[in-house]
């Protein structure tokens, strides 16, 4: 019966990684040692298990220690046009002698070190200027508060590529009139566009990437003006910076939502200090800080509402387009728009950990956590462009030496196939896609860990649900209350509420509120003990009272009274049975939960997806009969906690599972499962235990999550198949001497832009379940 912590549930709870608890099931001590925070209850029948405490283990401890002996630095990098980029910046700086741990993140442009001395920031600055690229200490940048170099650079920049294309037009109009004058300005041309890209090279070489698209273009460039082709040197070197450029563009698109979520924190905010209004920076605020907010304005920091209701407007967290309604006391995220009034808030997070800090570390998090088939490209790129400058130098002196052809034509068509070797297209096309694919996901609301997830998320073939809280809203409504044995019905509910005072389960919240609603006194009860796996009891007036689940009675029923049960739970209700003194049934107390409104459509859309979807649940089986009939949903009902591992792992060997829950207490399966994924509205836990998150309460958007994750594989496919393909052909025909070095230029920068463009398509991508009516949505 009980499926589930309140507790777990709370948005304003926060869970400390650092305090683990043991639970009978023994997939959760692997979840320990991964460092989740085990507060919820391993829970069944009629109510929580206590929790145990646990000491961490030994290899935890001393990774702790390591952590705490090292200094974390984070920089923003300016000048990275693409995932390779932030390859080159990592190769660089993991040389300097000092360094634990380096990471770029290509979405947010930042540079996370771990040092061993603090004083070895100097020389990671140094080495990552050395590289090419420029930083700023702020990591609060964004991409609309731009400083003034950062403008200028970006002039600069253009400028040059501007300055190359004027000079290679004017040269290109002298050649009829005045050859020898524009054959000295090619070369010119040629020189000084060509000055910064090999100095980038020679930077790169040092730092430990010696063969960088800088290398390869240098190389080619010069070849070309030694065989005397000047003008297609000076195309050729066109060529490539407008390629760069575009690649830019591409990058800063591709980015564009992970900065859009940056920028919806405001930069001010109105404190309420002694009863007036003072304008302070936001990040000033701390925890307790009383803030107002007027509307179509946006939340600073997450805070706690201080009025009686308002509405908000969340669609750029959650992507529910529907505002929804807030009452006294409920935690509201940082970035929400208030709609309808001026509001007043308890800041309740610290600088740098509301709602968006949580979100952009979890898409830095995961873009470090690489999809397979990106690794596997990563690794094929290491020892796939020296063996094609090997392969190309064969073709500059095989035919020469031992047939005795031109020099001038191989030397040529080496140089050729020397830039078509270049991987850029090919190493760009998974991390172009994926990280295309994680910022839609993150617009639309749904966090997924990493390049891994994403892939996994589009194999799965069977959806296993969690029923409270997650097919139904886990808001459980006391129902009936049937007295027996000559009790009155206050009678009953007085004393079953009194030995549930203090448990945190869903059903004796319910009911205990059901009891002060009313106006009944609860006495305190004594020698209160949680029967786990099947109810509570306790003293009251020194009358034991027990609550237990009808499946878990140690004495049988009357006909009548089984009679009633099936009854009930027909309808697909809970069902507890109340004993007086172990043996007399003193009377039934009935609770139901609410279906999510788009529960059937979100099962529906998974069915036309080839999804197959089963609820699991603690429930009786005549409840959950009653519950997924209306649905059309399989079940599996009176399992514990532990039963539900079992259950998903033998699902998992024989298919692509995932697990979906929305709190502490289905940790265990959903790390048995193939994936997990969390609901929960962003709630610390939920983000924290499973490889993926749903930061609303919209189940539809499980279908929308697949079907984002099988258009993502599509486009790497078709990103592979566009570079590998393209690279063949032109490899081909530069061999066979029918293109040249623009053509070979034109395949490497066509590649890499077509590649990146075909990605940037995901950041458009409709799900089937966009075509639901919002009426259809949770709220």
């Not at 979840?31 to 209850?41: D, K, L, R, W, Y």
């Not at 000076?234 to 698109?253: N, Q």
């Not at 505002?323 to 208030?338: F, I, K």
């Amino acid at each position: 019966m009980c499926t589930k912590h309140q507790a777990c549930r709370s948005n304003k709870q926060v869970f400390n990684p650092g305090a683990p608890v043991t639970c009978s099931s023994p997939k959760i001590a692997s979840i320990q040692a991964e460092g989740v925070a085990q507060t919820g209850s391993c829970c069944s029948g009629g109510t929580c298990s206590a929790t145990v405490e646990a000491s961490a283990p030994d290899e935890e401890s001393e990774r702790r220690t390591l952590d705490r002996s090292v200094v974390t630095r984070n920089w923003l990098i300016e000048g990275m046009d693409c995932p390779s980029c932030a390859s080159k910046i990592e190769t660089a700086v993991a040389n300097i002698e000092g360094v634990v741990e380096t990471k770029v993140l290509f979405a947010t442009e930042k540079l996370v070190v771990k040092l061993k001395d603090a004083n070895i920031a100097e020389r990671v600055e140094s080495t990552v200027k050395k590289t090419g690229f420029s930083l700023k200490q702020s990591v609060k940048a964004s991409a609309t508060n731009k400083s003034p170099s950062s403008k200028l650079k970006q002039i600069i920049d253009n400028s040059h590529l501007i300055s190359v294309a004027l000079a290679v037009v004017v040269a290109a109009s002298l050649k009829p009139f005045y050859p020898l004058a524009s054959e000295w300005l090619f070369i010119f041309t040629c020189l000084i566009g060509l000055y910064p890209i090999g100095k980038k090279a020679i930077r790169l070489a040092i730092s430990g990437t010696p063969f960088s698209i800088e290398t390869l273009m240098s190389v080619a460039a010069l070849g070309a003006l030694y065989l005397g082709d000047t003008t297609e040197a000076a195309m050729v070197l066109l060529l490539f910076l407008i390629g760069e450029r575009l690649e830019a563009f591409a990058a800063s698109r591709a980015r564009s939502g992970v900065q859009a979520l940056m920028e919806l924190v405001p930069e001010t905010a109105t404190k309420i200090v002694n009863g007036e209004r003072v304008e302070v920076s936001a990040s000033d605020l701390q925890p307790g800080d009383v803030i107002e907010v007027a509307p179509g304005a946006r939340l600073p920091a997450d805070g706690n509402l201080q009025g009686v209701a308002a509405s908000f407007d969340e669609s750029a967290l959650t992507g529910e387009s529907i505002p929804v309604e807030r009452y006294q006391g409920d935690a509201v995220m940082a970035g929400s728009v208030v709609v309808d009034k001026v509001v007043r808030f308890v800041i309740t997070s610290e600088q740098g950990e509301n709602s968006i800090d949580r979100i952009l570390h979890l898409i830095e998090e995961a873009e470090s956590k690489k999809a397979p088939l990106e690794r596997f490209l990563d690794k094929f790129s290491r020892w796939y462009t020296p063996a094609m400058m090997l392969l190309a130098l064969a073709v500059v002196i095989v035919p020469p030496l031992m047939f005795n052809q031109p020099w001038d034509t191989w030397i040529y068509r080496g140089l050729a196939m020397l830039l078509i070797a270049c991987p850029c297209a090919l190493v760009i096309s998974t991390p172009a896609a994926i990280t295309s694919g994680l910022a839609t996901a993150a617009r639309r609301g749904a966090l997924i860990k990493g390049g891994a997830a994403l892939e996994q998320l589009g194999k799965v073939e069977t959806i296993a649900f969690d029923k409270t809280g997650t097919l139904t809203k886990g808001k459980p409504e006391v129902t009936n209350i049937i007295p027996l044995a000559e009790m009155e019905e206050g009678e009953l509910l007085q004393a079953i509420a009194s030995i549930e005072v203090g448990s945190s389960h869903p059903l004796a919240i319910s009911l205990v509120k059901k009891a002060q609603a009313l106006g009944i006194d609860l006495p305190e009860a004594a020698d209160k003990q949680a029967l786990i796996g099947s109810g509570v009891t306790g003293l009251v007036d020194n009358v034991r009272f027990s609550a237990i689940a009808p499946s878990k009675l140690a004495i049988e029923l009357d006909a009548d009274v089984e009679a009633q049960v099936q009854q009930l739970e027909m309808e697909g209700k809970t069902v507890v049975v109340a004993l007086r003194n172990d043996t007399e049934v003193a009377g039934l107390i009935a609770w139901q939960d609410t279906l999510r409104e788009d529960a059937e459509q979100a099962v529906r859309t998974l069915k036309s997806l080839g999804v197959h979807s089963i609820m699991l649940t603690g429930d009786n089986p005549r409840s959950a009969q009653a519950m997924s009939s209306r649905i059309g949903i399989d079940f599996k009902a009176s399992l514990l906690p532990q039963d539900k591992v079992s259950y998903v792992e033998q699902l998992s060997e024989q298919h692509q599972v995932a697990m979906v829950g929305d709190g502490i207490n289905d940790a265990p399966a959903m790390k048995a499962a193939s994936i997990g994924i969390a609901m929960g509205g962003g709630t610390d836990v939920a983000l924290e235990t499973a490889d993926s998150a749903i930061t609303h309460n919209r189940l539809v958007e499980l279908a929308g999550m697949i079907e984002l994750s099988r258009a993502t594989l599509a486009n790497v496919k078709q990103n592979i198949t566009l570079a590998i393909g393209t690279k063949a052909i032109f490899l081909v025909t530069s061999l066979l001497g029918l293109t040249g070095l623009w053509a070979a230029v034109l395949a490497d920068s066509g590649a890499t832009a077509l590649v990146t463009l075909n990605a940037l398509r995901l950041l458009r991508f409709k799900s089937k379940s966009d075509q639901i009516k919002p009426s259809q949505h949770s709220k």
